[in-house]
């Protein structure tokens, strides 16, 4: 297969490290890379909004499939445009992506099928939202509809603060984002997410992650995109797992088939573990990043013969393999993410770091300057790690993280806790 992979992030790094050792695999394009994906494939520096030319770009290679990583493109329609230029595409279509691309469009879902997710409503004006929102009382949940890199939700501990949460997005801090609020039931429990691939009409459970959003140790000070993710979340049981395939993942499947949109691709269920069972948080229509990083390690199958089959509609035959062990990502970042950090200080020692059977080091932010390694990025490094249980593999990514040199890099020193409280 000649495949491309769109992305230049650590979630794609370990895309292509997965997708290079398949024996499927001929020839091996990436729009944009960064220096990691470059060990794999060959990386061309071109705007992932240019459609055409991405589609130029698959005659010029002859392409077989393309993978695109992150949600922006999915949503801005680029594997519409790419099938009906006749290149199957991993990754769903923009009427389908609409599962992240509009929280109000998958609550809807959820009220339709009858999902389990916290009560809601989607306002399109301040006074409504905050009157909905004294209704419910505090804490609550106020939800910026679109894409928002991350930084529409909060979490309102107060009526006061989610009233500001509602002024901030009609005053258009998330741009066209914000013109339409979900304000949400706050619910309690532990998170998880849950992975599966689809095909449009079957699903194939693929595993389970706990990420760190905020960035600091013990889950304080501001969020991330993701300090750090560990693969599988010790609270997904068999039983858990069963229950959201039944009561979540495949209702939302066939509620959105039985709409015209089958959905093909990652499907990523941000859960909440409550006391009454999972209720579904959100969606994603990709891998996590950093989740991905670990599911890629723990993964025995070849993932580009699971894509295909997911492409050709053929996933009732595959079934998926795990390695029967932890695997845990530390991100490094640049001193001062989330807010603003410096470009281009230079890293080194990776290959020492990354010597250790079993630890990968996915490149994240990364850019080569004179030859040099150099940050590029907020998130830079994924550290992972293998282990047999979550501790160990905690260990084995610390000891990689002490090997970098990396003045201007920060990591958190608690990755895993939950997970390796449970072992303890
Ligand atoms: P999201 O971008 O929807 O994943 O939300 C970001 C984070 O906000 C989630 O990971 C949760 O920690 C939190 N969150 C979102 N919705 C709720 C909710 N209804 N109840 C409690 N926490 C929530
Ligand atoms: N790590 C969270 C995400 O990828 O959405």
Same mark, same amino acid.
């Given at each position: 297969?000649?495949?491309?992979?769109?992305?230049? #992030?650590?979630?794609?790094?370990?895309?292509?490290?997965?997708?290079?050792?398949?024996?499927?695999?001929?020839?091996?394009?990436?729009?944009? %890379?960064?220096?990691?994906?470059?060990?794999?494939?060959?990386?061309?520096?071109?705007?992932?909004?240019?459609?055409?030319?991405?589609?130029?770009?698959?005659?010029?290679?002859?392409?077989?499939?393309?993978?695109?990583?992150?949600?922006?493109?999915?949503?801005?329609?680029?594997?519409?445009?790419?099938?009906?230029?006749?290149?199957?595409? $991993?990754?769903?279509?923009?009427?389908?992506?609409?599962?992240?691309?509009?929280?109000?469009?998958?609550?809807?879902?959820?009220?339709? $099928?009858?999902?389990?997710?916290?009560?809601?409503?989607?306002?399109?004006?301040?006074?409504?939202?905050?009157?909905?929102?004294?209704?419910?009382?505090?804490?609550?949940?106020?939800?910026?509809?679109?894409?928002?890199?991350?930084?529409?939700?909060?979490?309102?501990?107060?009526?006061? /603060?989610? $009233?500001?949460?509602?002024?901030?997005?009609?005053?258009? *801090?998330?741009?066209?984002?914000?013109? /339409?609020?979900?304000?949400?039931?706050?619910? =309690?429990? /532990?998170?998880?997410?849950?992975?599966?691939?689809?095909?449009?009409?079957?699903?194939?459970?693929?595993?389970?992650?706990?990420?760190?959003?905020?960035?600091?140790?013990?889950?304080? %000070?501001? @969020?991330?995109?993701?300090?750090?993710?560990?693969?599988?979340?010790?609270?997904?049981?068999?039983?858990?797992?069963?229950?959201?395939?039944?009561?979540?993942?495949?209702?939302?499947?066939?509620?959105?088939?039985?709409?015209?949109?089958?959905?093909?691709?990652?499907?990523?269920?941000?859960?909440?573990?409550?006391?009454? %069972?999972?209720?579904?948080?959100?969606?994603?229509?990709? $891998? #996590?990043?950093? /989740?991905?990083?670990?599911?890629?390690?723990?993964?025995?199958?070849?993932?580009?013969?699971?894509?295909?089959?997911?492409?050709?509609?053929?996933?009732?035959?595959?079934? =998926?393999?795990?390695?029967?062990?932890?695997?845990?990502?530390?991100?490094?970042?640049?001193? %001062?993410?989330?807010?603003?950090?410096?470009?281009?200080?230079?890293?080194? @020692?990776?290959?020492?770091?990354?010597?250790?059977?079993?630890?990968?080091?996915?490149?994240?932010? =990364?850019?080569?300057?004179?030859?040099?390694?150099?940050?590029?990025?907020?998130?830079?490094?994924?550290?992972?790690?293998?282990?047999?249980?979550?501790?160990?593999?905690?260990?084995?990514?610390?000891?990689?993280?002490?090997?970098?040199?990396?003045?201007?890099?920060?990591?958190?020193?608690?990755?895993?806790?939950? *997970?390796? *409280?449970?072992?303890?």
């Amino acid at each position: 297969m000649n495949v491309l992979l769109i992305g230049s #992030g650590g979630r794609e790094h370990s895309l292509a490290w997965k997708i290079a050792a398949s024996p499927l695999l001929e020839t091996f394009f990436c729009v944009p %890379g960064n220096p990691g994906i470059a060990q794999h494939a060959t990386c061309i520096d071109m705007d992932v909004d240019d459609h055409d030319a991405i589609v130029s770009l698959c005659r010029e290679k002859g392409i077989t499939l393309v993978v695109v990583g992150p949600e922006a493109p999915l949503v801005a329609g680029l594997s519409d445009r790419l099938e009906q230029a006749g290149f199957p595409v $991993f990754g769903p279509s923009a009427a389908a992506a609409q599962l992240e691309g509009s929280k109000g469009f998958t609550k809807d879902l959820c009220d339709r $099928f009858g999902i389990p997710t916290g009560a809601y409503m989607r306002l399109d004006n301040a006074s409504k939202a905050k009157a909905y929102a004294r209704q419910m009382g505090a804490p609550i949940v106020i939800k910026a509809d679109g894409l928002a890199a991350g930084k529409g939700v909060t979490v309102a501990q107060t009526l006061e /603060e989610a $009233f500001s949460a509602i002024d901030e997005c009609f005053e258009g *801090a998330f741009g066209v984002a914000g013109a /339409e609020v979900v304000v949400e039931e706050f619910l =309690t429990g /532990e998170e998880a997410s849950f992975f599966c691939i689809c095909d449009g009409t079957q699903v194939l459970p693929f595993g389970t992650a706990q990420d760190h959003k905020a960035v600091g140790d013990g889950d304080t %000070g501001p @969020n991330t995109g993701g300090m750090g993710a560990y693969s599988p979340a010790p609270v997904m049981t068999d039983e858990l797992v069963q229950r959201t395939m039944d009561e979540i993942i495949k209702p939302t499947l066939a509620g959105m088939e039985e709409m015209g949109l089958p959905f093909r691709g990652v499907l990523y269920a941000g859960l909440m573990i409550t006391e009454s %069972g999972p209720q579904l948080i959100e969606y994603n229509v990709r $891998f #996590g990043d950093p /989740e991905c990083q670990p599911l890629m390690m723990r993964l025995k199958d070849d993932v580009l013969m699971l894509m295909k089959a997911a492409v050709d509609g053929q996933l009732w035959t595959m079934s =998926t393999r795990w390695k029967d062990e932890t695997a845990l990502c530390i991100v490094m970042a640049a001193r %001062g993410y989330p807010g603003t950090y410096q470009k281009g200080t230079p890293i080194g @020692n990776l290959d020492e770091a990354s010597a250790d059977d079993g630890v990968e080091i996915f490149h994240a932010g =990364t850019a080569l300057a004179d030859g040099r390694l150099v940050a590029n990025g907020g998130r830079v490094l994924g550290v992972t790690a293998l282990g047999a249980s979550a501790r160990e593999a905690q260990q084995k990514a610390y000891r990689a993280v002490d090997l970098i040199d990396w003045d201007d890099g920060f990591c958190r020193w608690d990755i895993g806790w939950r *997970a390796i *409280a449970r072992e303890s």
